[in-house]
């Protein structure tokens, strides 16, 4: 279960800002957290405020605030009411499910773009992609492209009687000037900023400190 897999603490704070949770309602439900773990089972305000350093009022309406947003409850539980913060947790771990499920979506729907991509030029250059133009493809769709632009810009190259990816990313890179002048009227690209990305790609995995440099 997901639940047992990551910890709820994690996650509520990778996510607080999302759910408008302020650092005050943060502080209140992380010691309720504490708190019931210590075998607390109902917290009050009053308990709350032997602990802390915010004022009664103050956490009293923090309380009736995360209780009207649902992020907290009062369960009866065998006859007794106890202090449980389920659906603040049950909504966390099914927002990190969903995000996990569109993420495994995401990569599944990449992976078909790059292959596409891939056969595209190994069947127009006829010939099979080196480690180096892999690299080169797969930082064009991180930076945005899509396979029919990058499929359009090879056409393109091809048309010219280029046949490398430098002469394709040059291609693209036009392309994104002219859309930036067509739409913003100006563009932060300059003719230095993309000139060879296959260099750039292999500078970032040269390694830069020698083995006598280690120590």
Do not use: C
């Amino acid at each position: 279960m997901i639940s047992e897999a990551i910890d709820f603490r994690f996650l509520l704070l990778e996510n607080y800002k999302k759910l408008k949770i302020s650092e005050n309602e943060l502080a209140i439900i992380f010691m309720i957290d504490h708190l019931v773990s210590q075998g607390n089972p109902f917290i009050t305000a009053d308990l709350l405020s032997l602990k802390m350093s915010l004022d009664i009022k103050e956490i009293d309406n923090l309380i009736a605030d995360l209780l009207t947003r649902g992020f907290m409850e009062y369960a009866s539980i065998n006859g007794k009411t106890v202090t449980s913060l389920n659906p603040l947790k049950e909504k966390l771990f099914s927002n990190f499910a969903m995000s996990v499920s569109k993420e495994t979506e995401n990569r599944k729907n990449r992976e078909e773009v790059l292959s596409n991509i891939y056969q595209a030029f190994e069947s127009s250059l006829n010939r099979s992609l080196q480690p180096m133009e892999i690299s080169t493809i797969r930082e064009w769709v991180a930076l945005g492209y899509s396979d029919e632009t990058i499929i359009n810009a090879l056409k393109e190259a091809l048309s010219q009687g280029k046949k490398t990816l430098k002469s394709v990313d040059k291609i693209l890179l036009s392309w994104a000037k002219r859309e930036d002048i067509e739409t913003e009227g100006k563009t932060p690209i300059d003719d230095d900023w993309s000139k060879n990305l296959e260099e750039t790609i292999r500078i970032a995995k040269t390694p830069w400190l020698d083995d006598d440099d280690e120590d």
